[in-house]
């Protein structure tokens, strides 16, 4: 006797809706151009006609189909619509520069690329040398725009000359389903490829009550980026269950996100700390709390514990944090309360539950380990390098760079640093990188020094993280400067830009030192640093 042989592959996850849940919305808010709805019978007939389309272009099965957008109905088109048929959908962060970027894309040696209209610009500015190996370019939109780029080809009228019926391929459950680069704390970004049977395991986990709790009652709204880890995998376990889907277009607006959170009544929100640090004051406004909600699910940093309790004491809104990363597709851990603490107090729960990163989800293991390896003790004081295995954790990365994140006993060493509690929680206390996560997005310390000693005047330079109500942190430059010279912040932030930094990555302060301390190997010690004034300790 055995099971049916049926293959994990993103149509189990894209047949669902349509089938069961046909006239259950997606709403997209694109801001002043208004709202765009329609129903998950729609949306499967766009995404096949999208299949057919990426057939007539002649992107060959297992090539690269990039995006570079905003969340969107369209985007969550290309969510399905690219590996359905057998491509590989790889998302890019439509934050990095223009360099970055174009980095990225030939390293992904990506043959296609959707783009939505307002971004045709960054792309016009990716350097034309990367994107030799783009054979299609194709507009998110009804129509192309004036473009240095030549061949543009728009979405809808591509959609249009299709057929509404595409036959569900072959496809290998262990085949590739998508691409997704992390930020590197030296040298490059790396890509984390996932598979077809990763994304439906991690798909169900992430719907299941002890994931995000995801289902057909729920409404969901992900302001975490569809280019960011697939938006925590919300797009496809929303899909996979019926949930309706709500989409915020462009930036964070958080009159319109609240207006949202209304409206539409959502019922489970997510995104980093700092969205929900810029959206209780708007919260505070309307005076009550959204009706339908009934969580937000936050991750990607620790949330400080204020935050945590304004939105219990003042909103009503408990708010439920997570873990993951780029690697790990990206939920490992969510802090759900166990069922013997149903009678504890606020803050009881507060402190052993609502502070803690996570409880690891069903199929992921976690192992705190020293340096030399050897697995430590939850005992709520032990520091050491998270280390985590699972179906949805990455075994090796594109084109094989990075392997010494992977142990020879199969684990993946995060670079967390996590303590984990006799209750069976972790929290992420530091992190073995210097990487700083400004909104969300990471800065590179690294980098940001190496460019900061070419300026001729510099000495030495050492960049650490400033924490920051707002941003969470934000990097902090300390400077050594060569004799008889002077360098304001202002002319180092335009040194920066000059050499493509965005204006988000740059220094808000500068510290001229005399000395950059040291450790006994002669590296830059960055935690003597730290615990100076104005500096994240
Ligand atoms: P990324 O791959 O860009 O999504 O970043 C993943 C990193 O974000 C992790 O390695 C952690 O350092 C951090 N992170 C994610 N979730 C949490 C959390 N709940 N608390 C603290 N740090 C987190």
């Known amino acids: 006797m055995a099971m049916m ?39 499967a007939r766009r995404t096949q006609q999208l299949m057919h389309a990426l057939d007539q272009l002649g992107i060959t099965k297992g090539e690269r189909v990039a995006t570079l957008a905003w969340n969107s109905y369209r985007h969550l088109e290309c969510y399905f619509g690219v590996p359905c048929s057998g491509r590989i959908l790889h998302t890019l962060n439509l934050r990095l520069s223009p360099a970055e970027l174009g980095w990225i894309i030939a390293d992904a040696d990506d043959r296609a690329l959707l783009v939505d209209l307002d971004l045709v610009p960054l792309l016009e500015r990716i350097p034309a040398a990367d994107l030799r190996g783009v054979e299609r370019i194709v507009v998110l939109s009804e129509r192309v725009p004036d473009s240095s780029i030549p061949g543009l080809l728009a979405y809808e009228e591509l ?3 299709q057929p509404a019926s595409y036959p569900p391929p072959d496809i290998d459950e262990r085949s590739p389903l998508g691409l997704c680069y992390t930020s590197g704390t030296t040298g490059r970004p790396k890509g984390a490829v996932y598979t077809h ?19 057909p009652q729920d409404c969901i709204l992900p302001q975490v980026p569809m280019f960011h880890v697939n938006a925590w995998g919300m797009p496809y376990a929303g899909a996979a269950t019926g949930a309706k889907q709500v989409f915020l277009a462009g930036p964070l607006d958080p009159r319109c996100l609240v207006d949202l959170l209304f409206e539409e009544q959502v ?29 937000i699910i936050v991750g990607g940093a620790q949330p400080p514990r204020s935050l945590i309790e304004r939105y219990q004491n003042e909103f009503d809104i408990p708010i439920v944090q997570a873990w993951g990363m780029t690697e790990t597709s990206p939920l490992g851990g969510v802090a759900w309360p166990k069922h013997e603490m149903r009678d504890w107090d606020a ?45 949805w954790v990455i075994d090796s990365y594109w084109k094989g760079a990075g392997s010494e994140q992977f142990t020879a006993d199969g684990w ?50 050492a960049v650490v993280a400033m924490p920051d109500p707002r941003w969470q942190e934000r990097p902090l430059a300390f400077v050594v400067l060569r004799s008889g010279a ?9 040194h920066l830009e000059k050499r493509g930094w965005q204006r988000w990555q740059l220094p808000d302060r ?24 104005g500096s994240v300790s």
């Open 159 to 161: 959609l249009a000359e």
């Open 412 to 461: 993946f060493r995060t670079g967390d640093i996590a303590v984990g509690s006799p209750e069976g929680y972790f929290v992420i206390a530091d992190r073995t990188k210097d990487l700083i996560k400004s909104g969300g997005e990471w800065i590179s310390s690294v980098d940001l020094e190496a460019d900061i000693m070419a300026m001729p005047e510099v000495a030495e330079a």
């Open 347 to 391: 803050e009881r729960l507060t402190t052993t539950v609502r502070t803690q990163a996570g409880l690891p989800v069903p199929g992921i293991s976690v192992s705190i380990r020293d340096a030399a390896g050897v697995e430590l003790p939850f005992d709520g004081k032990t520091m050491g390098e998270l280390c985590v295995r699972g179906p």
């Open 267 to 295: 019922t489970i929100a997510a995104g980093v700390p700092t969205v929900w640090l810029t959206v209780a004051e708007e919260l505070a406004r309307r005076g009550h709390r959204p009706p339908a909600l009934r969580y």
């Open 486 to 494: 002077t360098v304001t912040l202002e002319q180092l932030r335009e």
């Open 5 to 43: 042989d049926v293959q994990l592959n993103s149509w189990l996850l894209f047949d669902h809706a349509p089938r069961h849940f046909g006239t259950t919305e997606v709403v997209t808010h694109f801001g002043p151009e208004g709202v765009h709805r329609y129903t998950y019978s729609d949306f």
């Open 197 to 215: 049977r990763s994304t439906v395991l991690h798909s169900l986990v992430a719907s299941s009550a002890a994931g995000l709790g995801i289902g």
């Open 510 to 533: 500068v510290q001229i030192i005399d000395a950059i301390p040291k450790t006994s190997v002669g590296k830059f010690d960055k935690k003597v640093l730290r615990g100076r004034e």
